[in-house]
């Protein structure tokens, strides 16, 4: 069954640094999404991404958060001068018109 | 401001019993519902309503949605210790944003 696919697994940075999280939706799929659940929390929508370009984005998704689609496969999130309050699990995910969406397993960020 | 009430927050069974876990909504230009059961990372989809009144099944799961009353219930019969796990409701609105409910922490003792 397609999956989608996040890269890495867990990542550990310093406060201060960027953070590229990957994932490579299912290949049919028009709509990206990137959510993020800090632990215990509830999932917290940050971003959709439809036809190469931004759809809607969260009051969290600021300008310290960027997402772009590289190549014909990966979409990315990349996070500037991270702070310790974006620890968290950050999920992809993809999905077509009037279905519902496969996420990712997560990247657990962790910011020390 | 959209919101998404779950209940009851936890639930603890036996298993074989049955549980039915409720969703209640308030979403400006809803377009549909969706379910999702979450272990230990990604959620997992599970159904996907946009109808009131037609029941969605598989396996031991089933779904339905009232549009009117603005809710929608999710029972799992005959529960095994694999079905525990944290049950998200997630309106869906005319952006396809997802709406996430708190869940329901649902664990089945054997």
């Known amino acids: 069954e397609p999956e989608v696919t996040q890269t890495p697994s867990h990542q550990v940075t310093q406060m201060g640094q960027e953070v590229i999280l990957r994932c490579v939706p299912i290949?049919?799929?028009?709509?990206f999404y990137w959510y993020r659940q800090i632990l215990g929390q509830k999932v917290e929508f940050l971003v959709s991404?439809?036809?190469?370009?931004?759809?809607?984005k969260s009051e969290i998704f600021d300008d310290q958060f960027s997402v772009e689609r590289p190549d014909g496969s990966n979409f990315t999130l990349k996070i500037r001068s991270t702070k310790l309050e974006d620890s968290a699990m950050y999920f992809c995910a993809s999905g077509r018109q009037g279905q519902g969406y496969t996420f990712g397993s997560g990247t657990r960020l962790t910011v020390v | 401001e959209d919101k998404v009430v779950q209940s009851p927050l936890s639930l603890v069974v036996h298993e074989g019993d049955t549980v039915t876990l409720n969703c209640s909504y308030e979403v400006t230009n809803f377009r549909s519902l969706l379910w999702y059961k979450q272990e230990k990372k990604a959620p997992t989809f599970l159904f996907m309503l946009?109808?009131s009144g037609i029941e969605k099944k598989s396996g031991r799961l089933s779904s339905i949605l009232d549009k009117k009353e603005l809710f929608s219930i999710l029972n799992i019969t005959a529960t095994q210790t694999g079905d525990s796990a944290v049950y998200l409701c997630?309106?869906?609105?005319?952006?396809?944003?997802?709406?996430w409910g708190a869940g329901t922490k649902l664990i089945i003792k054997p």
């Open positions: 290949s049919n799929h028009l709509y």
């Open positions: 991404f439809y036809n190469n370009e931004i759809s809607e």
């Open positions: 997630a309106p869906m609105d005319s952006n396809y944003q997802l709406i």
């Open positions: 946009t109808s």
